[in-house]
């Protein structure tokens, strides 16, 4: 686990580096609506594109802050989840039942492969007072964990899970459907997360 110095200085180097974005952004900005009219295509088009990859850049940033604040946040409840559902599956496995088995997979990489962008929507919640909006969210999820669990599609497989691999850092598992609140980046594929996220608890 990171020395909590380091942990805490985190957050406000990732801020520094936003801010450094957004400042380049606005001199562009106010380059491109001063000078539009006198600068040369060329220059007019590649200061353009430059804005665009900023912008893409800065998109990229804020989605890397959420994925570390949700990371820490949602950090005991994950690991709890899904060591409660991996000791599920062992169950239903020695009692052969084949829809169980079924459901404990499908649980199992619910917790692993959901998008550490999102607000995390616990598979075992603790009281029956989950919002309408709440539950919709968990089976809306858990249907598509469980369609590209039979298509082999996961971004980190059962097999993978079981081998004790979970979803990277820089990853945001499955995605939601086109509804979804928040625009999803292309996924890369699993990696083994890093030693921090499970030394402080094994």
Do not use: W
């Not at 959901?114 to 968990?138: H, L, M, W």
Request: glycine share 4%; net charge neutral; proline share 4%.
């Amino acid at each position: 686990m990171a020395p909590k110095s380091l942990r805490s200085n985190a957050e406000p180097l990732a801020t520094a580096g936003t801010n450094k974005i957004k400042k380049r952004i606005r001199d562009l900005e106010r380059l491109l609506a001063r000078k539009r009219d006198t600068l040369p295509d060329t220059i007019l088009i590649e200061k353009e594109r430059s804005l665009d990859a900023l912008r893409h850049e800065l998109n990229q940033a804020h989605l890397k802050q959420k994925i570390r604040k949700n990371a820490t946040k949602y950090h005991m409840v994950r690991f709890f989840e899904r060591k409660k559902a991996l000791r599920r599956y062992k169950q239903a496995l020695k009692k052969n039942d084949a829809d169980e088995i079924l459901q404990s997979k499908i649980d199992l990489c619910y917790v692993v492969n959901f998008p550490k962008g999102e607000k995390y929507v616990a598979i075992f919640p603790n009281n029956e007072g989950d919002s309408t909006k709440t539950g919709q969210r968990r089976e809306s999820f858990r249907a598509i964990v469980a369609k590209q669990l039979e298509n082999g599609t996961l971004p980190v497989s059962l097999e993978d899970i079981l081998q004790g691999k979970r979803l990277g850092n820089n990853g945001t598992g499955v995605a939601f459907d086109e509804d979804s609140e928040d625009e999803k980046e292309p996924l890369p594929k699993a990696e083994e997360e890093e030693e921090e996220e499970d030394e402080f608890f094994e």
